[in-house]
């Protein structure tokens, strides 16, 4: 756990007091979580997942049951082009990773719709936007690169920033907070981490995915023997950079390999090379523009 630092002022201190009790008693909430939502994810979470409860959850909320529906309907997760009217045959076309997927782009429109984040609203439709383009990178790199399932990649890249997400809407409520600047980045880089295990902890996520969203970015973390979720997490963030950069560039080896040559021993661990990088990168594009448009990016 971060240390709560004694040289802030007394509102940085209140909040990030707060966020260390929380995550002692190991009882860390996302705030204003749409009670929907939250019945889709204790469906999915249970040890044996009954379908029928999940699609009464779902019908519970006809904007996320338009959302399951979309997506079971779009190019991404459709590629037979043949349509579903009927959410049971939705749901059981996306997988319950993907309805998982739904559920939580539902939770983020909700929160961008109706929380006044002030100044820090770009920041959090910029995190949403990024948390979309890892989603589909991950599912990328999972289906060219590894033998994971895809669905589960792409999940933990939509729930990578969730630990952020949670902090930026705590900040809603500190105006005094959200005018320091400095401050909130600090709170952010030292605290999204802990605050987003002990959530995907308790909604049930596998251990594997929460142990990807916690070390996805660190650069000590021991490698396992073979491509996990946490390198596919580590390649689709990796490659959102890579894409970054080279956005006003004309896309070729020869303008990517000085940037892959940068972390070359990382791109040898799942076995890419610079042309790799670049196919990974232009399958990837199509996949964020279907992606963006089920989920409301």
């Known amino acids: 756990m971060p240390e709560v630092h004694s040289n802030l002022d007394q509102e940085a201190l209140f909040f990030m007091q707060a966020l260390a009790s929380e995550l002692a008693e190991g009882k860390v909430e996302l705030p204003s979580y749409p009670e929907a939502a939250m019945r889709v994810q204790r469906a999915l979470s249970a040890e044996e997942v009954d379908l029928d409860l999940v699609i009464r959850a779902i019908s519970a909320e006809p904007l996320l049951a338009v959302r399951v529906m979309q997506m079971a309907n ?104 959200q005018a320091q600047p400095d401050v909130c980045t600090r709170i952010l880089e030292e605290w999204h981490t802990d605050i987003a295990a002990a959530l995907l902890t308790d909604w049930g996520m596998s251990e594997d995915l929460v142990d990807a969203v916690r070390f996805y970015a660190d650069a000590q973390r021991i490698p396992a023997a073979g491509v996990d979720l946490t390198d596919v997490l580590a390649a ?31 791109w040898q661990r799942i076995d890419i090379d610079a042309a790799g990088v670049l196919l990974l990168l232009a399958e990837a594009e199509e996949a964020i523009d279907e992606l963006n448009a089920v989920l409301g990016g």
Not at 246 to 266: K, Y
């Open 74 to 177: 779009s190019a991404l997760f459709n590629s037979m082009g043949r349509q579903v009217s009927d959410l049971r045959t939705a749901v059981m076309r996306l997988g319950y990773n993907v309805v998982r997927t739904a559920a939580m782009a539902f939770i983020v429109q909700q929160l961008l719709n109706k929380t006044d984040f002030g100044p820090l609203k770009s920041q959090l439709a910029a995190l949403w936007q990024r948390s979309i383009a890892l989603a589909a990178l991950c599912r990328v790199v999972a289906r060219r690169r590894s033998r994971l399932n895809a669905d589960v990649a792409l999940l933990a890249g939509l729930l990578h920033g969730i630990g952020r997400l949670c902090i930026y809407v705590r900040m809603a409520a500190h105006p005094a907070l």
């Open 236 to 266: 689709a963030a990796q490659l959102g950079t890579l894409r970054e950069q080279l956005a006003d560039a004309v896309p070729s080896v020869e303008t990517a390999l000085p940037l892959i040559e940068a972390d070359a021993r990382f």
